[in-house]
C-alpha cells in the first residue's frame, strides 16, 4: 500500500469516528435539551421547526428531519397533569416517546445518518445509527475536464 493511500484511509477513518461521534453529541444534546418542553397539538410545528433549526446550526450538520407524534401529543394532553383538570391547560411535556429525529452528518468524505425513535418493544427511546456511507473523493483528473450536455447529463473530456 502507498504512503498516499495509508494516509488516505487513515484520515477517512479519522472523518468516519469524528463524524459518528458528532452525530451521537447531536441527538444526546438535543434530547436532554428539549425534553420537558411544553407543547400541545397547536404548538408541535413550531416546536419541530426549532429543534430542526437549533440542530442545522451545529457543525457538520448537513439534515435534519424532527418529528413530533402529535396522537402521543394528545393523549398525554387529554390525561392532564396531576391533580388538575385536563380541560383546564391544554398542553402536555414533550417525552421521548414523542420524538423521532433523523440527523444527517457529513464530515469529510463521510455522511453518517442517526436517529433517535421511541422504540415501543423495549419502551425506550432508542439513539442508533442508521448509515455510514464513504463518499468517493474524485479521481485525479488533472488533464481532463466536466461538461454538461444540453440534455443535463455530465461528460467527462480529455
Not at 418493544?121 to 450536455?149: C, D, Q
Request: hydrophobic letters at 30%; glycine letters at 6%; charged letters at 35%.
Amino acid at each position: 500500500m502507498k504512503d498516499n493511500d495509508r494516509d488516505r484511509d487513515r484520515d477517512r477513518d479519522r472523518d468516519r469516528d469524528k463524524a459518528i461521534f458528532e452525530a451521537g453529541i447531536k441527538l444526546g444534546a438535543l434530547y436532554h435539551q428539549f425534553l420537558g418542553t411544553p407543547v400541545s397539538t397547536e404548538t408541535a410545528e413550531s416546536l419541530e421547526t426549532a429543534i430542526k433549526r437549533s440542530v442545522s446550526l451545529q457543525p457538520w450538520v448537513s439534515a435534519v428531519e424532527v418529528k413530533i407524534d402529535r396522537e402521543k401529543v394528545l393523549r398525554a394532553q387529554e390525561k392532564g397533569r396531576g391533580t388538575e383538570s385536563p380541560k383546564k391547560f391544554k398542553y402536555c411535556e414533550l417525552s421521548g416517546e414523542m420524538l423521532d429525529v433523523k440527523v444527517v452528518v457529513l464530515r469529510g468524505q463521510v455522511e453518517v445518518q442517526a436517529r433517535v425513535k421511541y422504540e415501543e418493544e423495549l419502551a425506550y427511546p432508542l439513539m442508533r445509527l442508521e448509515k455510514v456511507a464513504f463518499k468517493s473523493p474524485p479521481k485525479n483528473l488533472k488533464n481532463s475536464s466536466t461538461k454538461s450536455n444540453a440534455s443535463g447529463r455530465t461528460t467527462k473530456t480529455a
